[in-house]
């Protein structure tokens, strides 16, 4: 029951290549930097990642990408001004791209968590984006298909922890976070701090410990979260 390892080499220990990795993010509220970079130092290549974004100057999702290791992308804002990693990878034909609906992606990782194994929605019909989908008329409305996005490993970012895993977040670091959490097989959480357990209120905690493999303790600078 207990779900602290004692470094960060620890945490992402045993991740392999080719694994599906959610990251989770929304800018930097919520990008676990230092999970991110123990994974850079722990060599794993031919990686997914699913993320909101496809990383931001130099550090965090965009170092990862400079590394060469990341085989796809799945997200829904793959350029922003700071994203020249990604830009320069891309332009060069040397990453894949699956752009995602912002609310279609969030939900394809929460229908994963949830067991769900595929749902119609609206976004996107008649877009490119459905191009090769399932499409349906539902009273009066078309949608598309969607399936769930499962993954090898989780990584997130949560502010309290105990022992147990349950987690508490800090105001929006808390987006990805939870359903991340719920739709991978290893799924590990960078913290600020353990309490003792019995020390969360029940009613704060976000992601049950059940959702989380490993917790590690990490303090960063990041830039400001939005």
Not at 145 to 167: C, F, Q, S
Request: hydrophobic letters at 45%; a negative charge; charged letters at 20%.
């Amino acid at each position: 029951m207990d779900k602290i390892v004692p470094t960060l080499e620890a945490a992402v220990a045993g991740i392999p290549d080719g694994a599906t990795v959610l990251v989770g993010g929304f800018g930097t509220a919520g990008m676990p930097f230092a999970l991110i970079d123990a994974l850079i130092a722990q060599g794993a290549g031919d990686l997914t990642i699913v993320s909101n974004n496809a990383g931001n100057a130099d550090t965090g999702l965009a170092a990862l990408l400079a590394t060469g290791r990341v085989r796809k992308v799945i997200c829904s804002f793959p350029r922003q001004h700071d994203s020249w990693v990604f830009d320069g990878l891309y332009r060069s034909g040397e990453i894949e791209l699956e752009v995602v609906p912002q609310g279609n992606l969030a939900e394809r990782i929460r229908a994963a968590g949830a067991g769900i194994g595929a749902f119609f929605t609206p976004t996107g019909y008649g877009t490119l984006l459905a191009e090769g989908k399932e499409t349906r008329r539902i009273d009066g409305r078309d949608y598309v298909l969607e399936y769930p996005i499962h993954a090898d490993v989780a990584l997130i970012k949560a502010k309290t922890a105990d022992r147990h895993g349950n987690l508490v977040y800090n105001k929006t670091a808390r987006n990805f976070g939870p359903i991340m959490a719920s739709a991978a097989k290893l799924s590990i959480a960078q913290v600020s701090e353990v309490v003792p357990l019995g020390a969360l209120d029940p009613e704060s905690v976000v992601t049950p410990g059940i959702f989380v493999s490993r917790v590690v303790v990490a303090h960063e600078e990041t830039p400001p979260s939005w």
